[in-house]
């Protein structure tokens, strides 16, 4: 299944940006979810997790500012991103499966991104 990111824009340093991810048919209570970016040239990183039982994890650059959320109700995977930095410049897709292929990145197939600009 491939998930589409949207949400993404435009935003000034210090601005907020809030992704979105519709997760049909993917049961949150058996499954982690993550967000991801990737810049031109540079591998896809894992941003935030968050696992089938609600713990979240986040990257260093980013603890702080974001925030990885779901809604088990609605399917919906998000990621709030405050204090935008220049470097948080990506294109940014979500992902859901176990906590493991989560954690390593290694989905056979990813969804359209979602670019994010932060001009400083």
């Known amino acids: 299944v491939q998930l589409q990111a949207s949400g993404g824009g435009l935003v000034q340093a210090g601005g907020s940006l809030k992704l979105s991810c519709a997760t049909p048919r993917i049961d949150f209570r058996l499954n982690a979810g993550g967000w991801y970016r990737q810049t031109p040239g540079k591998q896809r990183e894992l941003v935030a997790s968050?696992?089938?039982?609600?713990?979240?994890n986040y990257r260093d650059s980013v603890k702080g500012r974001f925030t990885i959320s779901r809604d088990t109700t609605k399917n919906m995977l998000y990621l709030q991103m405050n204090s935008l930095k220049p470097e948080d410049t990506a294109v940014y897709y979500c992902?859901?499966?176990?906590?493991?292929?989560?954690?390593?990145?290694?989905?056979?197939?990813w969804g359209q991104g979602t670019l994010v600009t932060v001009s400083s």
């Open positions: 992902n859901v499966g176990s906590f493991r292929t989560v954690l390593s990145g290694s989905f056979t197939s």
């Open positions: 968050i696992t089938a039982v609600g713990s979240t």
